[in-house]
């Protein structure tokens, strides 16, 4: 039977078909301008633009490859780094404040609740998985990834591609070597082979492993070739190298530069207009600058797609009701609380200062505690109807509670003076950091068409009547209504209003406990010897303050650690230059820069205290058929049921490469018992990239394996293998 319909394709592969065979089928069947249109967005550039500049991003889904005459739904795309970005969602912890919980597990149930909340807002595909590790804490959106390390951002990656894809489809970003805002544009990214592969690709090939439907390329150019024409990376490593079956998306609007380019390399849509390619391709095909067997093959690997995963997609959507549901905002709120880190907690007069007494005068001081800060201004933005601040978390847990906003630090230190234990909070907002949103290369807009198909545009505008009501943030009222600028960080300390009412504060009351808000790394060296407590309390979504209260209070105990290095000082980092044009990119950042460097980090990579105690015990290594088996005793030793994270650490035999972090484990201990621990380690985490067959060197010779509670732990339990 011939295939002329996408219900035909489907009941093909319901047959027997494969996939891939069916959709080549449905792809013959489709005339010429069918097959075009599959390769981009399907809304207008101006009319979209327009529809984007009064928060459009949050009201309707960006649809692409849907074709009316033969039943193909394409694809409705939503971001959602931290909650469905249309309608009125429940926002989350960012995910660097998840990466800090080393739980897979966790992750896998955010993403099953996002993916939940998508797929009843009408989004089908979501651009929620973005995985850059964190070369350097200025990046604007290292609040978007989960850490500085490849496996540790895999793992949490893949666990949250496997709980998107429960509901909708997962598209994993952005392919690659994307780290900075303000140059995301311009720069280009030089990277050797080893680099590439042992440090700035494997979580992505984690993720692709684990099934992930779609991958999104990069704005920036790496090594001479922009990433969304770049048939290295989308054509030699991803589908040759990788073996991956999906489909590649660019990034928005100026994501692909040439038509023809971008087709031949590898990329399958353009998205999320008919912009670059609609205007030049089928020129660039009459010319033979382009191939029709190139056109085929991309609209299969869409349609072969959606056939993949049509029982997901055919399945009726989840009611509307899930959207903000109880469910979900108790999740947010176990998120928020098991993401914060305890840096530091020092005795005073011999006893700690955290967990606060409920039945304590507490003085919380500072704007950003009765301040909704939920971080980045731009595509992660969630509208988030129902936030709860510190402020409001405090006042529900602690008895007496006053407020100053921190304006005058002298005002303050009084307040704080007449309070048994005071709290500043104190950080960054989406001004601060995030997605880059400003001035860009005027060149860029010759890649816009001089005007839009006006069918197009009443058939786009058409499709946003009936559109579900969604409400705009009060918070948002003196905001532009489309994106914030955002942009990488100019500093990596805080403000210093903020470090003089710390001091005050300090000085006034020696019980006083610093909480951090932010999206990555904030030196603390020229003050955090000042106070006692100090805890890293990121962006925690819209259970921010409950989620803080619960561990300040000793509701939960405090589990997180760190998902990167603190640094002492700023200059013990790699360089970074967000103007850069040209910038190398080599295996020497987080934990493995300060260790190659001999720099101590104030506060080290996988770093994190509790209100118990924990020894290892018991450690045993051993080789079993392609993995390593680590075998370990965790004892609480403390008088609280807590939870630790066993950290297992690799040193190759090759002196100049860095060491690995190839496996971890959170481990639940009641107080006063032990638990075993177990962690499988695959021998091919410990391969090494051979350049001269571009493939890899299996393990072999004396290694050293650490069983650890974070890098350079000098209690680690040290062994050695002769693979």
């Not at 001081?365 to 969630?382: E, F, K, M, P, Y």
């Amino acid at each position: 039977m011939t295939i002329t319909t996408f219900d035909e394709a489907r009941d093909a592969v319901a047959g027997g078909t494969t996939p891939h065979g069916a959709a080549r089928e449905l792809v013959a069947a489709m005339t010429p301008e069918e097959r075009l249109w599959c390769l981009d967005g399907d809304g207008p550039t101006w009319a979209g633009l327009g529809f984007l500049g009064t928060g459009g991003y949050h009201m309707a889904p960006f649809r692409a490859a849907r074709v009316e005459r033969i039943g193909l739904p394409g694809v409705a795309f939503s971001d959602g780094p931290r909650g469905a970005v249309i309608g009125n969602a429940t926002c989350f912890p960012v995910s660097v404040a998840r990466g800090a919980t080393w739980d897979p597990s966790l992750e896998e149930r955010v993403g099953e609740a996002i993916g939940r909340e998508l797929r009843a807002s009408g989004a089908t595909l979501t651009g929620a998985v973005c995985v850059n590790v964190l070369r350097h804490p200025a990046w604007g959106r290292a609040q978007e990834t989960y850490g500085e390390d490849p496996h540790h951002v895999g793992e949490l990656g893949a666990a949250f591609t496997r709980g998107l894809q429960r509901h909708v489809l997962a598209c994993v970003k952005h392919f690659a070597c994307n780290s900075m805002e303000n140059a995301r544009f311009s720069v280009d990214v030089e990277v050797d082979e080893v680099a590439l592969h042992e440090v700035y690709l494997p979580h992505f090939k984690r993720i692709v492993d684990e099934g992930v439907a779609s991958v999104m390329s990069a704005y920036n150019s790496v090594n001479g070739e922009w990433c969304g024409q770049n048939r290295a990376l989308l054509t030699e490593v991803l589908r040759d190298e990788w073996g991956f079956e999906g489909f590649v998306i660019s990034d928005w609007i100026f994501g692909v530069r040439d038509a023809a380019a971008s087709l031949s390399a590898g990329l399958d849509v353009e998205m999320p207009y008919r912009m670059v390619r609609a205007q030049h391709l089928p020129a660039a095909l009459e010319r033979g600058e382009a191939s029709w067997d190139d056109v085929d093959a991309a609209v299969a690997r869409v349609v072969s797609t959606l056939l993949r995963f049509d029982k997901i997609l055919s399945a009726p959507p989840p009611s509307r009701d899930v959207i903000g549901s109880a469910e979900h905002r108790a999740l947010a709120r176990e998120v928020a609380a098991r993401s914060v880190v305890l840096l530091r907690n020092e005795p005073v007069e011999g006893v700690r200062v955290l967990p606060i007494d409920r039945t304590a005068r507490l003085a919380v001081i500072g704007r950003l505690a009765g301040q909704v800060n939920l971080g980045d201004g731009g595509s992660s933005d969630v509208w988030d109807l129902d936030c709860h601040t510190v402020l409001d978390g405090l006042r529900d847990a602690v008895d007496d509670v006053v407020h100053d906003d921190g304006r005058d630090a002298s005002r303050a230190a009084a307040v704080a003076a007449d309070a048994d234990v005071a709290l500043v909070v104190v950080g960054y907002t989406f001004l601060d950091e995030g997605e880059f949103i400003g001035a860009t290369d005027p060149s860029l807009a010759e890649l816009f068409p001089p005007a839009d198909d006006p069918d197009l545009v009443a058939r786009f505008e058409a499709s946003l009547a009936d559109l579900p009501p969604t409400t705009r943030p009060e918070r948002l009222a003196d905001r532009d209504a489309g994106f914030g600028t955002g942009g990488d960080r100019t500093s990596l300390r805080l403000a210093d209003a903020d470090v003089e009412l710390v001091r005050s504060v300090a000085a006034a009351n020696p019980r006083t406990v610093v909480a951090i808000q932010g999206g990555s790394a904030v030196v603390v060296s020229e003050w955090v010897d000042a106070v006692p407590a100090v805890v890293q309390a990121w962006y925690g979504g819209c259970q921010a303050g409950p989620g803080l209260a619960d561990v300040l209070t000793g509701s939960v105990n405090p589990s997180a650690r760190l998902p990167f290095s603190l640094p002492a000082d700023e200059h013990d980092l790699p360089p970074f230059d967000r103007d850069a044009t040209s910038f190398r990119y080599d295996r020497w950042h987080g934990w493995w820069h300060l260790a190659r460097s001999g720099r101590a980090a104030r506060f080290p990579f996988g770093f994190g205290l509790s209100y118990t105690s924990f020894e290892l015990d018991e450690v045993e290594v051993s080789v079993d058929d392609d993995a390593l088996v680590v075998r370990a005793v965790v004892r609480n030793t403390g008088d609280r049921d807590g939870a630790d994270v066993v950290q297992v650490y690799a040193g190759l035999p090759d002196d100049d490469a860095p060491d690995r972090l190839v496996g971890f484990a959170r481990i639940e201990v009641r107080a006063g018992a032990f638990a075993t621990c177990t962690i499988g380690v695959p021998l091919d985490r410990l391969a090494t990239r051979d350049v001269a067959s571009h493939g890899w060197h299996p393990p072999t010779g004396p290694h050293r394996i650490a069983v650890a509670r974070y890098a350079g732990d000098p209690d680690a339990v040290t062994g050695h293998l002769d693979l």
